[in-house]
């Protein structure tokens, strides 16, 4: 009976059993500073747009190990700064399989105190699946096999993702879920299915100092797709004004992964993540490398009509008492004389 290694890798990406250590969505390191990756309620909740590149080279070393390119972009709306509309673009190669996803997201802001907000986020969009059928290297040539005769197959389907978000200036917790709709795929003569995907992420940020420069912030993610168990990861971000940041993170039995980052002028950031395998993984690839680029534009502050009022009143009083004090200087000046 003859067997083809693509057949055997296309039953495990695409059927219902769940591929690599049960996650269908991509993997990323870089959770603790574009939450926005696993849950579209935390977009807005800094209000203003944020645009952000991101390229992960994952198992180094192992061939037809997953390569992921991600450009996402969220803003708040100008007249209505409660709502945030955003999207990203990704496109994913794993052996002989490539994703390409395209999905957009809305979210509502509630202001529940002075401090406490919740947001909710939904999402939807699609993704194109793509086997290169002319890459695979079969145990057999004997040309018998009508599968091998196609070149190339593809698949396509359409999901949502949603997801809601508790936070503070201090505080944070969201709850997401992905591939909700969990539509099938044909292929050929397979049928797959995505499967729903789980997170779950709390962090505190605690002021270390009076000044408030340093900040250190503690943080877990949990994710879950059934059949396969839960995955948790504990992460932990020391950062300066914004400015500079470490951080490291462990995963449960898979990689432990270390993070720096810097801003420039406010608005444009860098941060390079490394990934160390703990499991057998290490034997033939030498971790992960992920780099991410981001861009942010504050929104302008809105002034109600009383704030623009006691504006105007305030820059009237100055120009008298700057008039006034001219005056005044201006008739010491003349009786000096």
């Known amino acids: 009976m003859k067997k083809y290694f693509l057949h055997i890798t296309l039953f495990l990406l695409l059927s219902n059993a769940v591929p690599f250590f049960g996650q269908q969505q991509s993997l990323f390191?870089?959770?603790i500073t574009n939450q926005y990756l696993y849950n579209p309620a935390y977009a807005g909740v800094n209000t203003g747009q944020e645009y952000t590149g991101l390229y992960r080279s994952q198992w180094a070393g192992f061939s037809g190990?997953?390569?992921?390119?991600?450009?996402?972009?969220?803003?708040?709306?100008?007249?209505?700064?409660?709502?945030a509309l955003g999207g990203y673009i990704m496109t994913e190669r794993i052996g002989l399989l490539q994703r390409n996803s395209l999905y957009f997201s809305y979210s509502y802001h509630l202001r529940l105190s002075n401090k406490l907000n919740l947001s909710f986020g939904?999402?939807?969009?699609?993704?194109?699946?793509?086997?290169?059928?002319?890459?695979?290297?079969?145990?057999?040539?004997?040309g018998t096999d009508e599968f091998l005769s196609n070149n190339n197959l593809s698949g396509n389907t359409f999901d949502a993702n949603a997801g809601t978000y508790l936070y503070s200036k201090k505080f944070f917790l969201g709850i997401s879920t992905m591939q909700l709709l969990s539509s099938k795929i044909t292929w050929y003569s397979k049928l797959g299915q995505p499967t729903i995907h789980m997170y779950g992420i709390i962090g505190y940020n605690f002021e270390l100092d009076k000044k408030k420069e340093w900040t250190l912030q503690p943080s877990m993610l949990i994710r879950y797709s059934n059949p396969a168990p839960y995955q948790w990861e504990g992460n932990l971000k020391l950062s300066y004004k914004n400015l500079v940041w470490v951080g490291g993170t462990y995963r449960h039995k898979a990689s432990s992964s270390a993070l720096i980052g810097?801003?420039?002028?406010?608005?444009f950031s860098v941060a390079y993540a490394y990934d160390y395998s703990l499991?057998?993984?290490?034997?033939?690839?030498?971790?992960?490398?992920?780099?991410?680029?981001?861009?942010?534009?504050?929104?302008?502050?809105r002034m109600s009509k009383a704030e623009k009022q006691?504006?105007?009143?305030?820059?009237?009083?100055?120009?008298?008492?700057n008039s006034l004090k001219s005056n005044l200087k201006n008739k010491k000046n003349d009786e000096n004389k």
Do not use: C, W
Not at 122 to 142: E, F, K, M
Not at 310 to 321: G, P, R, W
């Open 29 to 31: 390191t870089s959770i």
């Open 310 to 321: 006691l504006d105007a009143d305030e820059q009237e009083l100055n120009t008298i008492d």
């Open 262 to 267: 810097f801003t420039i002028k406010k608005q």
């Open 65 to 83: 190990a997953p390569n992921t390119a991600l450009f996402s972009g969220f803003g708040t709306l100008k007249k209505k700064p409660q709502m």
């Open 279 to 301: 499991n057998a993984l290490q034997t033939y690839s030498s971790g992960s490398h992920e780099i991410m680029l981001r861009y942010n534009v504050s929104a302008k502050k």
């Open 122 to 142: 939904l999402s939807g969009g699609g993704t194109q699946y793509n086997v290169r059928v002319y890459d695979a290297i079969p145990y057999s040539t004997d």
